[in-house]
Nanobody, 119 residues
Framework: QVQLVESGGGLVQPGGSLRLSCAAS????????MAWYRQAPEEQRELVGI??????DYADSVKGRFTISRDNAKNTVYLQMNSLKPEDTARYYC??????????????WGKGTLVTVSS
């Protein structure tokens, strides 16, 4: 069984910064892609950023403001969010494609962490 646990969300003023973390644990053989998604109320879930080895990609709305990184030794992915805007308010979900001792590979999701950008 694999678990993804996010942390680091909270309330921040516009222009501020937050750093989200997501740690994977369990019977992990290999972690392939790791990503952050977000979902605002009444909206569909959208990809924010994705990292595979050292290759990264971002949604246009966050390019230049957000940075995704990972620590393979800790099975952890991070999302550094700078210059936050009210429209960044959402629940942020961690996603990872992981191979375990029993499965060749499948998607896993965390339960999410809430980010609120407001003055």
């Amino acid at each position: 069984q694999v678990q993804l646990v996010e942390s680091g969300g909270g309330l921040v003023q516009p222009g501020g910064s937050l750093r989200l973390s997501c740690a994977a644990s369990g019977s992990i053989f290999k972690i392939y892609n790791m990503a952050w998604y977000r979902q605002a109320p009444e909206e569909q879930r959208e990809l924010v950023g994705i990292i595979s080895d050292s290759i990264t990609d971002y949604a246009d709305s966050v390019k230049g403001r957000f940075t995704i990184s990972r620590d393979n030794a800790k099975n952890t992915v991070y999302l550094q969010m700078n210059s936050l805007k009210p429209e960044d308010t959402a629940r942020y979900y961690c996603n990872a494609y992981i191979a375990t001792m029993q499965e060749h590979g499948m998607d896993y999701w965390g339960k999410g962490t809430l980010v609120t950008v407001s003055s």
